[in-house]
């Protein structure tokens, strides 16, 4: 059974960092695609970043130059480092596994994800 566990949200200014990690299992790295998803109040989850097996990643525009997708093996970690931030990232963010085993990452849409952590809570104040 798939477990995801996310830590390392909090609350910083506008223009602070923080680095969100999902503790997977290490196997998952190898195998699927895995993304971070953010979702203000009222809003949809939307896809922020992917990495993929082969470690190839993609960004929302919004968030490109500011956040970066990475995977420990030896940890067997998921991190997302969120630089220069602004109170429109405010939100749960969540790692999530994609649907099936793959060599690329299917799409940055909630709907191609199968496997969610339970989510951590970003609040940037301006």
């Known amino acids: 059974q798939v477990q995801l566990v996310e830590s390392g949200g909090g609350s910083v200014q506008a223009g602070g960092s923080l680095r969100l990690s999902c503790a997977a299992s290490g196997y998952l790295f190898s195998l699927y695609c895995m993304g971070w998803f953010h979702q203000a109040p009222g809003k949809d989850r939307g896809g922020v970043a992917t990495?993929?097996?082969?470690?190839?990643?993609t960004y929302a525009d919004a968030v490109k130059g500011r956040f970066t997708i990475s995977k420990d093996y030896a940890r067997n970690t998921l991190y997302l480092q969120m630089n220069s931030l602004k109170p429109e990232d405010s939100g749960m963010y969540y790692c999530?596994?994609?649907?099936?085993?793959?060599?690329?990452?299917?799409?940055?849409?909630?709907?191609?994800?199968?496997?969610w952590g339970q989510g951590t809570q970003v609040t940037v104040s301006a």
């Open positions: 990495i993929d097996p082969s470690g190839d990643t």
């Open positions: 999530a596994l994609a649907r099936g085993a793959g060599a690329w990452c299917p799409s940055r849409r909630a709907d191609d994800y199968g496997s």
